[in-house]
């Protein structure tokens, strides 16, 4: 079955900075990789995905790579505000069967000073 | 706004006891995922459903676990007897599926369990 890893388990930098978390994923027939943020006391919240078609997605600071040849994607946030500061989990999910079966990263927990 | 709901929020008790934790989909959501959160393992999958059916309950220890879905606004996940073990957040997600494209899961605000 699908394994995915994530690094690093946890990242600090200055608010303004750039983060970046990588994941890789080991099925090659995965073929959807969304990314979740989840805040202290809620469940984990979905704010970018990309399909297996797609090679960058952006959403205003927030943009995902995918490198389908080397089975890794990444999460980049620019310009991180304190409010940035969540736990992240990556996912993936194999060929379409018909059901969303993901398989989640082991999170980073990101934190952006002030 | 839709969103999933989950029942209780937290729930302490001790072990032996039975537990039951709801969750209420999206409207219109036809796919129910259970997930239990801990540090050591992460987000695991317990069981899933689609339009109330149960497709897969292979991570769900079946001794003491189970999982159902009475009717489509409603699902829920039993613990009995419980075990400290047991003690972790445990999520719902919900989700449309039928057509490529339909993978996105919403998430409700977990039930933080503990059993003494």
């Known amino acids: 079955g699908e394994n995915v890893e994530q690094h690093p388990s946890t990242l600090s930098v200055q608010e303004g900075d750039s983060a970046v978390i990588k994941c890789t994923y080991s099925d090659s027939a995965s073929n959807y990789f969304p990314w979740y943020k989840q805040e202290l006391g809620k469940g984990p919240q979905l704010i970018i995905d990309i399909r297996s078609n797609v090679g960058e997605k952006k959403d205003q600071r927030i943009a995902v790579t995918l490198n389908k040849t080397a089975k890794h994607f990444s999460l980049h946030i620019t310009e991180t505000q304190p409010e940035d500061s969540a736990v992240y989990f990556c996912a993936a999910r194999g060929r379409y069967t018909g059901f969303q079966k993901l398989v989640f990263g082991t999170g980073t927990r990101l934190l952006v000073s002030p | 706004d839709a969103r999933v709901t989950q029942t209780p929020r937290h729930k302490v008790t001790e072990m032996g006891q039975e537990v039951t934790m709801r969750c209420q989909p999206i409207l219109g959501h036809n796919t129910v995922f259970w997930y239990r959160q801990t540090m050591m393992q992460g987000l695991e999958l317990l069981a899933y459903?689609?339009?109330?059916?149960?497709?897969?309950d292979s991570g769900m220890p079946k001794d003491r676990f189970s999982a159902e879905m009475p009717d489509a606004t409603l699902a829920t996940l039993k613990i009995q007897p419980s075990e400290p073990r047991d003690s972790a957040v445990y999520f719902c997600?919900?989700?449309?599926?039928?057509?490529?494209?339909?993978?996105?899961?919403?998430f409700g605000s977990g039930t933080q369990l503990s059993v003494l």
């Open positions: 997600a919900s989700g449309q599926t039928g057509q490529p494209g339909d993978e996105k899961l919403f």
């Open positions: 459903f689609r339009n109330r059916a149960p497709l897969d």
